[in-house]
């Protein structure tokens, strides 16, 4: 075992190299109401984006139920926008106005959302303004249902905060960060914790911590599954939100970010032989840098690149636009090396389908190839061992990054894949 264990601790270095990002430093203005500030979220987005190895520097113009046509002439507010040169500007509206009827939110929300989206570009055209969906109430909206019917409750209401909030960023060009969305994920899981405090409205720290985590992502593009920083929550709690807010912002990145300037360099590939193929993801207009990793460089929107030598080959990637560039690195494997098994005797795989909250099942092959199925973690720990004898198994696991190793008793057919599960 312990020889093992020693390949299996190689093998997850280099996978743990994959799907990586530079560390990047934001420079975010906030301007909103209570929905921001309640329970200090800005530094508790901080606090997340710091263990999470970036850098967020902030300011805030948040007075308590402030609109958009409020801060379109507040003086803190404009001082603030032009105070220095922001990277984005996180624009959220009063928690009700964006729910009321078409009509009335034409006049009375989205001139004032253009102003402010002006105004931020008048300070510098490279901003990207963000709008930040907010989520409806727990009981809906009782004060104005009467009028409006539809948001009587919070599933009405959410759908028209959501339907508002991506009209604005359509019309400006703006990126959305998706927290309402996210909160509907989980009033409709009917998980714990709960999200509101008592007026079925303002955030618990629950709420503020999947407001912030949905944040990160939208601004930095990464998951933050694994966060140690909890802001005082437990560490269940904190990672029932991460996935969720992971789940959201990072699947559908494409919808929340199609509009903007904001580049992504998240990218796919598919191998064959020693041919890849490769596509970026990229949601908006970009330039595009690759690296192979073996001394070739391209700058197609999808390349395809044919590897001389079997490896373990780092792929970097940057999108650029005039204003902003990011950079993804992932990890193609082209045969063997170092003596050990990379993927390259995958002849006979098996399926891996996740099922939420921690439960995985594994299909094998139909032909009794595998004797047993091994399942690492990032440690190198081997933390489940499987006798192979039936076609089929299911188990719960922790969150986290784990390898997956199959084999026959005379290794001679081997499965290796990396499993991150949510």
């Keep these: 075992m312990r020889s093992i264990c020693k390949r299996c601790t190689i093998l997850i270095c280099l996978l743990l190299a994959g799907i990586s990002a530079r560390a990047t430093t934001r420079k975010v203005l906030f301007i909103g109401n209570s929905y921001t500030y309640t329970n200090n979220m800005p530094l508790m987005l901080q606090n997340i984006t710091a263990a999470l190895g970036d850098t967020l520097i902030y300011d805030e113009s948040d007075p308590g139920g402030y609109t958009f046509m409020q801060h379109s002439t507040y003086a803190a507010t404009l001082a603030k926008i032009t105070s220095q040169k922001w990277d984005i500007v996180v624009l959220q509206d009063q928690s009700q106005e964006p729910a009321f009827p078409p009509s009335q939110v034409a006049v009375d929300v989205y001139p004032y959302a253009h102003i402010l989206d002006s105004l931020v570009h008048d300070n510098d055209t490279c901003t990207q303004t963000m709008f930040m969906m907010t989520w409806g109430h727990a009981n809906g909206d009782p004060m104005n249902c009467t009028g409006y019917p539809v948001i009587c409750t919070f599933d009405g209401m959410q759908s028209r905060l959501r339907e508002s909030y991506m009209e604005m960023t359509q019309n400006n060009k703006a990126t959305v960060a998706p927290v309402g969305a996210a909160w509907k994920v989980v009033h409709d899981s009917f998980v714990t914790p709960w999200l509101f405090v008592s007026d079925s409205s303002h955030p618990l720290p629950a709420g503020s911590y999947l407001e912030a985590c949905v944040l990160y992502s939208s601004i930095f593009h990464k998951r933050t599954l694994g966060c140690t920083n909890t802001a005082g929550l437990t560490t269940a709690d904190a990672q029932l939100l991460q996935r969720i807010a992971d789940r959201v912002v990072m699947d559908s990145l494409t919808q929340w970010q199609q509009y903007g300037h904001y580049p992504y360099a998240g990218f796919n590939h598919t191998e064959l032989s020693k041919t890849v193929t490769f596509t970026h993801i990229a949601p908006v207009p970009a330039d595009h840098s690759w690296d192979f990793g073996d001394g070739v460089t391209d700058t197609a929107s999808a390349p395809v690149h044919t590897y001389t030598a079997n490896g373990v080959y780092t792929v970097s990637h940057t999108a650029s636009t005039g204003c902003f560039s990011e950079t993804i690195k992932d990890v193609v494997y082209i045969g063997t090396t170092t003596g050990v098994n990379m993927l390259a005797d995958n002849v006979y795989p098996l399926t891996i389908m996740q099922h939420g909250s921690g439960r995985v099942t594994f299909t094998l092959p139909d032909a009794p ?51 991150i599960v949510y």
């Excluded at 595998?370 to 499987?386: A, S």
């Excluded at 299911?394 to 001679?412: E, I, L, M, N, Q």
């Design 369 to 419: 190839i595998y004797d047993i199925l091994e399942v690492y973690d990032g440690t190198g720990r081997c933390v489940k061992r499987y006798t192979a004898d039936a076609h089929t198994i299911s188990d719960r696991f922790v969150p986290g990054f784990y390898v997956v190793r199959a084999y026959s008793g005379d290794r001679k057919a081997t499965f290796t894949s990396k499993l």
